[in-house]
């Protein structure tokens, strides 16, 4: 079994009623749903920004074998402590990290692959996600490409590393396009980066959008006999 923690900030579920009725468990409980379709292979938990300890305890990180996280106007009050604690859990020990769309500006990711992760958005429109990668354990059942009828516009330049593995690109109504699905190796542990998941739009019904996550907690698990690292390695600079 894979322990998945699902992390949210919980701020627009809470602030807006709109959201709310989109998502009346929460982005987080959306997200855990969606691992809860595979019983077998995911143990999940959710974890917000209000809990004790920003929801991330040791007891949970050191219980964590991916940790998913949605983020949007709270990055910064998102301790530098517990991002540290995160960074050394993918880097040394393994643990997978997948951030999903407005955590491409959060803390924990930006530390974790060394860029400040800022890109071009704008207004929400019709979003073609391109399938790239078919052999890439992400995209193991996702079509040639899918649709999504509305979604906010995520441009290039997006300011990451270059992925290690691109497996998704989404081209908008509007012209742009943008690396929407990006691998990353950090240390010993995993990365993805998913960019669907606006807060006002419905893409986490999307069954492709669904499989795509769980793909993605699968892939990014830890390998069960992974060694330790020494101490004191530091693969990518930190930025907090
Ligand atoms: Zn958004």
Redesign the pocket.
């Known amino acids: 079994m894979i322990n998945v923690t699902v992390w949210n900030e919980n701020y627009h579920e809470t602030h807006n009623e709109h959201v709310r009725s989109i998502f009346p468990r929460g982005i987080h409980g959306c997200i855990a749903e969606i691992l809860a379709e595979e019983p077998d292979t995911f143990n999940v938990r959710t974890a917000t920004l209000g809990d004790p300890d920003q929801g991330l305890s040791d007891e949970v990180l050191n219980n964590t074998d991916v940790l998913i996280w949605w983020g949007?106007l709270l990055h910064e009050h998102v301790s530098n402590e517990i991002v540290r604690k995160i960074r050394h859990r993918v880097y040394r020990e393994g643990m997978g990290f997948v951030a999903l769309?407005?955590a491409h500006m959060s803390k924990p990711f930006r530390s974790i692959v060394g860029t400040d992760g800022s890109l071009l958005w704008g207004d929400n429109q019709l979003e073609i996600v391109w399938n790239v990668l078919p052999a890439h354990p992400i995209a193991e059942g996702i079509p040639q490409y899918f649709m999504l009828e509305s979604e906010?516009m995520y441009g290039e330049p997006f300011n990451i590393p270059q992925p290690d593995e691109l497996v998704f690109i989404s081209w908008f109504k509007h012209g742009n396009v943008f690396r929407s699905g990006c691998c990353y190796y950090r240390g010993v542990g995993k990365v993805f980066y998913f960019q669907p998941g606006?807060?006002t739009e419905r893409s986490y019904y999307d069954p492709n959008v669904r499989r795509i996550i769980r793909n993605a907690a699968r892939w990014a698990a830890p390998h069960k006999f992974m060694p330790g690292l020494p101490a004191e390695t530091d693969y990518v600079r930190p930025i907090v």
Request: hydrophobic residues 0%.
């Open positions: 949007h769309h407005s906010e606006h807060e």
